[in-house]
């Protein structure tokens, strides 16, 4: 049974930084592609960061995150992370990673494997 489990969430003070990791188990190799996803209060669940594992290419729809957020992984310890700098109030939200296999896909419905969620909340 495919599982993924995010971590590193917290509570932040503007301008400064976390990183999320997540890790997957149970996954088939056609699940090469792997995303972070971000929710923020009453808003749709949106893409932000993506990586290919056969390849290591990456996609950032976000232009907001572009330059502050990095999306890296370590195929040995089936481990996605997402290191995020310079946190804005607007970064809220609750981080979900997800498994796909359909591309670097930045519609939530292009993945089949979702994680629990974290919750980063950036606030003075």
């Known amino acids: 049974q495919p599982r993924l489990v995010e971590s590193g969430g917290g509570l932040v003070q503007p301008g400064g930084s976390l990183r999320l990791s997540c890790v997957a188990s149970?996954?088939?190799?056609?699940?090469?592609?792997m995303g972070w996803f971000r929710q923020a209060p009453g808003k749709e669940r949106e893409g932000i960061s993506f990586i290919s594992s056969d390849d290591g290419n990456t996609y950032y729809p976000d232009a907001s995150v572009k330059g502050r957020f990095t999306i890296s992984s370590d195929n040995a310890k089936n481990t996605v992370y997402l290191q995020m700098n310079s946190l804005k109030p607007e970064d809220t939200g609750v981080y979900y990673c997800a498994a796909g296999r359909y591309g670097l896909a930045r519609s939530p419905h292009e993945y089949d494997y979702w994680g629990q969620g974290t919750q980063v909340t950036v606030s003075s």
């Open positions: 149970g996954l088939t190799s056609d699940y090469y592609v």
